[in-house]
């Protein structure tokens, strides 16, 4: 606990205080949920943690987003209003330290916890410095259990945490920095129209540049955590490999859509109430999703893109549900690319800093713009081998899981990598 708020302060000593402020109240209001002994008075406290929790988190990351639209819309009415900039300073990790310390009193009031005694083991679950900037989103339900005994060593899974980490740092380092990110920059930060072979290229290289990105630092928690004798569950499993955008979010970025799926989607009415509640239902959610990633519209419309997608897809699959499920491997393999091709036209207003850009991309994509090929040959066939490589490894370790856990191996990443490991068959 100690060296995890060591590391965050040496960033800025004043946000470990609003760190631990947070966390301190959060325990204070899951404690006074346990103790009351009637539903309103629990939902009370609930709404105070809530209130709370979502107030720092709006003002630090989008106190300024706000005022900006706030003027804009002000001026559509025929008002003249100039909103102040305010000289926030964005408290690093603050998106996922929230949900953490909220994951807590959520599951407290929903009964699927019992108020922790112990304020070390929550300030620790909040905290710990490996997933405390970056994810994955840890739930308190699945780490204050952990906490009950201290860890002892374990020789075999020190070391697959240590093989853990090396392969996390080659996603980020070497396929998500070194081969990716110059291709995704140079397209995305290029002013002028783009033939369709750069648009093309930019937008795959930033497809695989934030996958291994994210996923590689998510591997090296896991295995910072395992080192310690600590379970953090997977985050990413061969998201290149979906078939339908229902399975890509049950493999992209785990532990945030399983929290907007129980702490948002489900108390919403989840599928309950109707095809049209439902769609609605899919679509506020993916909006959230999307401005939780940052404050701008782009995110927003990312966020809404894929909620119109899940909307669509569960339209087709009532339709033709049967013809899906008894399909062939080569129209799973269609379907597949398919999702995979819909996923970049929405990585582009993800990446792009404005509308404009986005917008020009896509013409670029779709229609040719007619500039000149800014890629060379080497960055073009670089891009081209990672991007097919990726997809082709998420292919077969979907299809191929390992047959057995090795020693020491958290659980979910035998299935992620299978075969790198697999028993051989007998």
């Known amino acids: 606990m100690v060296a995890s708020y060591v590391f965050y302060g040496t960033w800025n000593p004043p ?27 629990r939902r009370v406290w609930l709404v105070v943690s809530l209130v709370v929790n979502l107030s720092m988190l709006g003002f630090f990351k989008y106190g300024n987003f706000l005022l900006q639209n706030f003027e804009g819309l002000v001026g559509l009415l025929g ?39 112990s304020l070390r083991d929550f300030v620790l679950a909040v905290s710990f410095f490996p997933q405390l900037v970056a994810g994955p989103i840890v739930r308190a339900a699945d780490f204050l259990p952990q906490c009950v005994k201290a860890p002892l060593w374990n020789r075999d899974r020190f070391l697959w945490g240590l093989w853990l980490m090396n392969l996390g740092l080659f996603e980020k380092v070497v396929l998500a920095d070194a081969l990716l990110s110059g291709s995704a920059n140079s397209v995305f930060g290029h002013a002028a129209p783009l033939c369709a072979l750069d648009a093309w290229t930019g937008t795959i290289a930033f497809a695989g540049q934030i996958f291994f990105d994210f996923a590689g630092y998510s591997t090296c928690a896991i295995g910072a955590a395992l080192c310690l004798g600590f379970q953090l569950k997977d985050n990413f ?12 979010w049950r493999r992209w970025h785990i532990s945030l859509s399983t929290f907007l799926r129980d702490f948002l989607y489900i108390p919403l009415g989840g599928n309950r109430g109707g095809a049209g509640r439902a769609a609605m239902n899919l679509i506020i959610v993916m909006f959230l999703g999307g401005l939780w990633h940052g404050a701008a519209w782009t995110f927003v419309a990312w966020g809404i893109l894929h909620g119109c997608y899940l909307v669509i897809e569960r339209v087709l699959i009532g339709v033709f549900a049967g013809k899906i ?3 062939g491997r080569l129209t799973q393999v269609f379907l597949g690319l398919l999702t995979y091709v819909a996923v970049c036209v ?27 090929l800014i890629l060379s040959t080497r960055e073009i066939l670089q891009v081209g081998i990672v991007t097919v490589l990726t997809i082709i490894f998420h292919w077969r370790l979907k299809i191929s899981p390992s047959r057995k856990r090795p020693a020491g191996c958290p659980a979910g990443f035998s299935e992620r990598l299978g075969p790198l490991w697999a028993a051989p068959s007998s």
């Open 346 to 372: 929405g990585w582009v207003f993800f990446r792009a800093k404005d509308f404009s850009t986005a917008l020009r991309l896509l013409h670029s994509m779709f229609n040719g713009g007619g500039g000149e």
């Open 237 to 248: 499993r061969f998201p290149y490999a979906a078939v339908v955008f229902f399975d890509f």
């Open 325 to 327: 499920q008894a399909s």
């Open 79 to 117: 008002f003249v209003y100039k909103a102040p900039h305010l000289d926030i300073i964005l408290p690093v990790g603050i998106s996922f330290y929230t949900f953490h310390s909220l994951s807590y009193t959520l599951d407290v009031y929903s009964g699927v916890i019992k108020p922790t005694k």
């Open 15 to 41: 946000f470990a205080a609003l760190l631990f402020a947070t966390t301190a109240l959060d325990f204070y209001l899951g404690a006074r949920m346990g103790a009351a002994s009637e539903p309103r008075a």
